[in-house]
């Protein structure tokens, strides 16, 4: 059976970590026996730069009619002055909404070779393994009224928090359905004491909760959940929160991992049974600043890759040997400019994509 996959490689650092994932999923194919096929499009300021805009109906419909999108990265200084309509991320939320990929799974782990690389103490981060469900497709980045206007008085601008109960409930159902296969937690950030959309989360929430005897579903306001994310993460284990916030939150929580270069996502148009339609990305941006000098880590889009084929292929075996060849690779010292320390073996980008598939190769062979 063939698999179609449509590769948006982006800006920036996106075709460069792009390429080593790429590299990665050919490899599993080829060490087990699978058909993948690969179909490219331009997308983001590639897509401004060749056709005027940040992504045309063809390149949409490719990934329509795909099992699974794999997406670099997006944005840079070039079209910061493009119009609202022409920005590059404007290709990012339009996948979203079309596809209807409403769950962002954000894996954040602590691995134990890495501990001294995040900020904060060792013995806070050791151990700790959360996943992040964002809700993707609603709330303040799609709701409307949405505008900037001018008043006597001034400027204005207003952006709306809007989430229907359909919204909640899907989204906090792929939360508790992750955490079947983890350590049974749940728990539902939101601003319940603020925000009238957030008392509606939390009861949808709560509704969906009660569906899952075998589940702990609690909640926590979005501020207390901030301070607890640094002083404790090792007390979650999966939590989900509307759009924004979820936003806020991975980026923080790359200090846990101790580089946002580690730091894989898939975005899910339904439950995760492992043949749900997905766009699968590492959570970094572009980095233009740093493209084309092959000190990008690839890890993050390789990881992603993996999530690939466990969610969107139903692979849960290749998806392990990608990952264990990851960790294989970290164990032996090799590190990226971002994770590099005294002591371990610096490598590129190109490099460390090779030492992963290497590892690949060996584990099959």
């Not at 910061?80 to 894996?107: I, M, S, Y």
């Not at 084929?309 to 010292?333: F, K, Q």
Request: net charge negative; with cysteine.
């Amino acid at each position: 059976m063939s698999h179609r996959i449509a590769v948006l490689r982006g800006d920036g650092i996106g075709p460069e970590v792009t390429d080593q994932s790429l590299k990665a999923l050919v490899t599993v194919a080829e060490q087990f026996g699978h058909d993948l096929e690969f179909e490219e499009g331009l997308v983001g300021g590639a897509a401004i730069d060749a056709h005027g805009i940040p992504m045309t109906e063809e390149t949409l419909a490719m990934c329509q009619s795909s099992d699974a999108i794999l997406f670099g990265a997006v944005g840079g200084p070039k079209w910061d002055d493009a119009g609202v309509d022409l920005r590059p991320e404007q290709a990012l939320f339009r996948l979203r909404k079309t596809l209807n990929l409403f769950a962002n799974l954000r894996p954040v782990t602590s691995y134990q070779m890495l501990v001294d690389k995040s900020p904060l103490r060792p013995e806070v981060v050791r151990g700790a393994d959360i996943m992040f469900v964002r809700e993707l497709t609603g709330g303040l980045y799609f709701g409307q009224p949405k505008k900037r206007w001018e008043t006597v008085e001034g400027r204005r601008a207003v952006d709306s928090e809007d989430y229907s109960e359909n919204e909640i409930a899907r989204v906090v159902r792929v939360a508790c359905e992750l955490a079947r296969k983890r350590r049974g937690k749940v728990v539902s950030v939101d601003k319940f004491n603020a925000l009238i959309s957030s008392r509606l989360w939390r009861q949808v929430a709560t509704e969906v909760g009660a569906e899952y005897s075998d589940i702990e579903l609690s909640h926590m306001l979005a501020d207390t959940f901030s301070m607890q994310l640094i002083a404790q993460p090792t007390q979650f284990d999966v939590v989900v929160t509307t759009n924004m916030f979820g936003d806020i939150f991975t980026d923080e929580a790359a200090v846990i991992a101790g580089s946002m270069g580690l730091l894989p996502s898939a975005s899910l148009s339904g439950l995760p049974t492992g043949k749900t339609l997905g766009m699968y990305e590492p959570i970094h941006g572009s980095a233009p600043d740093i493209a084309g000098q092959g000190v990008a880590n690839p890890i993050a889009a390789i990881l992603s890759a993996a999530m690939l084929l466990r969610y969107s292929l139903g692979m849960e075996t290749e998806a392990l040997a990608l990952e264990s060849a990851v960790m294989s690779v970290l164990e032996e010292g090799y590190r990226t400019a971002d994770i590099y320390s005294e002591g371990t073996k610096r490598t590129t980008t190109e490099e460390m994509g090779d030492l992963i598939v290497s590892k690949v190769q060996a584990k099959k062979g």
